[in-house]
T-cell receptor, first 115, second 116 residues
């Protein structure tokens, strides 16, 4: 079974709709991240969370919100979807142990199309 | 702010040959981490190799190795004995060592095609 899972894998929605993308992990990591990938731009950080009570904005948080329901679950919401939020969305986790490189491990991605 | 530059948008190589992908970065930090991720057509982001800046020895993982030149801020990836399954987008990424979001800063990627 995959360590980091994302649901749904693909989603088509209409402008103005509220949608939620979900991420779950079995790695036991405290730190979770949401990134967005656009063609030709690499990945950019939307939100991150170091534990259940810690939520922080990344570089492109406008139009998004998140919820850390448990250590293993981190959801991303688009309150009112717009076409320029069409992108590939990745969830990632990392281990905060000092001796580790804090490598981030990614889920399989959710492809979102906003019409 | 840190930046990562991959100057080769696309590359191709014949199966069994060696190819090197370039990456340069800009930072004022003295310690940090560098990564290469592979993204095949399946879209999954897969860690290929990682390097810690204070380690002078270049990292290797089977057919993958890096040439880390700290003074030049260069972190190239060498793939030996290329295989068809190596066809993918390759992203170079930087992460500062301490503090902040510990976000990964990605380059724009290099599309590698391995030809039979």
């Amino acid at each position: 079974d995959a360590d980091v899972t994302q649901t749904p894998r693909n989603r088509i929605t209409k402008t103005g709709k509220r949608i939620m993308l979900e991420c779950s992990q079995t790695k036991g990591h405290d730190r979770m991240y949401w990134y967005r990938q656009d063609p030709g731009l690499g990945l950019r950080l939307i939100y991150y969370s170091f534990d259940v009570k810690d939520i922080n904005k990344g570089e492109i948080s406008d139009g998004y919100s998140v919820s850390r329901q448990a250590q293993a679950k981190f959801s991303l919401s688009l309150e009112s979807a717009i076409p320029n939020q069409t992108a590939l969305y990745f969830c990632a986790t990392s281990d905060p142990t000092p001796q580790g490189e804090k490598t981030q491990y990614f889920g399989p991605g959710t492809r979102l199309l906003v019409l | 702010a840190q930046t990562v530059t991959q100057s080769q948008p696309e590359m191709s190589v014949q199966e069994a040959e060696t190819v090197t992908l370039s990456c340069t970065y800009d930072t004022s930090e003295s310690n940090y981490y560098l990564f290469w991720y592979k993204q095949p057509p399946s879209r999954q982001m897969i860690l290929v190799i990682r390097q810690e800046a204070y380690k002078q020895q270049n990292a290797t993982e089977n057919r993958f190795s890096v040439n880390f030149q700290k003074a030049a801020k260069s972190f190239s990836l060498k793939i030996s004995d290329s295989q068809l399954g190596d066809t993918a987008m390759y992203f170079c990424a930087f992460k500062q060592s301490q503090g902040g979001s510990e976000k990964l800063v990605f380059g724009k990627g290099t599309k590698l095609t391995v030809n039979p």
